[in-house]
Nanobody, 123 residues
Framework: AQLVESGGGLVQEGGSLRLSCAAS????????RGWFRQAPGKEREFVTA????????VYADSVKGRFTISRDNAKNTVYLQMDSLKPEDTAVYYC?????????????????WGQGTQVTVSS
């Protein structure tokens, strides 16, 4: 199975983007799907995640109130609605899948990763 991100691009400060993450190939049952991001010269950081069964969500403080994660179980797809974007949101955004429970914020605990999609916010 592969995770395929889409929806990245260039947007002005204050604008919006919607990212999608779909699973292709053989589908798999898992615990959660989430988003991480990595800006140039920085470590990869947690953005948000959602659990498949209960829809429990968690957000990084830096995006709380501006980003919204949602899921479509039938399509095996997760969406990230990003509003009020800031230049500091510029990064490559990675979708990830976690097979079992545990902490959602630690990238080393996630099992599958997409290729990433670039989000650039201009000031």
């Amino acid at each position: 199975a592969q995770l395929v991100e889409s929806g990245g691009g260039l947007v002005q400060e204050g604008g919006s983007l919607r990212l999608s993450c779909a699973a292709s190939g053989r589908t798999f049952s898992s615990y959660a799907r989430g988003w991480f991001r990595q800006a140039p010269g920085k470590e990869r950081e947690f953005v948000t995640a959602i659990t498949w069964r209960l829809g429990y969500t968690v957000y990084a403080d830096s995006v709380k109130g501006r980003f919204t994660i949602s899921r479509d179980n039938a399509k095996n797809t997760v969406y990230l609605q990003m509003d009020s974007l800031k230049p500091e949101d510029t990064a490559v955004y990675y979708c990830a899948e976690k097979k079992t429970g545990g902490s959602l914020r630690n990238d080393w605990e996630w099992d599958y990763w997409g290729q990433g999609t670039q989000v650039t916010v201009s000031s």
